[in-house]
């Protein structure tokens, strides 16, 4: 995997995680009702991690805490990335200038 397919992968996840976390405020701030333009532009953006990530949470989790739940497995998903690239040696090392 070259550096730009990861830093491409990367956002995406990072903008699934922003989105998620945007959601999450909208929800604590206007409540469950989703009838904005707005939010159902989040929900949309969002509803395809939600669905993955309830496959794997139990349901009595309420849906706002899934919302952060969902958060966080984006960003483990993100370190695990890098982590893993940084390893396996096809990412470049800070410092080296490649």
Do not use: H
């Amino acid at each position: 995997m070259s550096l730009s397919v990861f830093m491409v992968v990367n956002f995406l996840l990072a903008t699934l995680m922003y989105l998620m976390l945007g959601r999450l405020v909208l929800r604590l701030l206007l409540g469950s009702r989703e009838s904005g333009i707005v939010q159902n532009a989040f929900a949309r953006g969002t509803d395809p991690v939600i669905v993955a990530v309830r496959l794997v949470t139990p349901r009595r989790v309420p849906d706002t805490l899934l919302l952060l739940f969902a958060a966080v497995w984006l960003i483990v998903l993100r370190v695990v990335l890098a982590v893993s690239l940084s390893k396996a040696g096809l990412l470049a090392r800070a410092g080296t200038g490649g």
